[in-house]
């Protein structure tokens, strides 16, 4: 499944969802996870819909997106899109992030991210 990253730092969870210009995306699965690109939004709309509504566009082929902050009309359109929002309590480093999932995918995974994994399944 592939998973964002709202990153200023590109190695750390550390943006809020609607203020992010990057998003860092990785393919990860119990065997564990690469890195596949950098998706930027430098060219975002001033209107607040139309830059959250691009951002959830972009994304639409993720099934998790990890971020800092979430406002509650962006993460109703991120979950609408099927994808699962996952907020950081503090900027936390991707591959720490990245090496819990693998290990959770690997043992027993809680209900959210099964339906994160189905929801991908139904992307590809």
Known sequence: MKVAFA????????????????LAIYEVDETGYRFLEYRHF???PDEEYDKINQ?????????????????????ARVVKAKIHPVKVNEPTPIEDILQ???HTLKTNPPPWLKKALLDSKEKM
């Open 42 to 44: 430098e060219d975002v």
């Open 7 to 22: 990153t200023k730092s590109l190695d750390k969870v550390d943006d809020h969802f609607g203020h992010a210009k990057t």
């Open 100 to 102: 819990k999932l693998v």
């Open 55 to 75: 951002k959830v566009e972009r994304i639409k082929d993720c099934a998790i997106v990890y971020v800092i902050a979430i406002g509650a009309t962006a993460a």
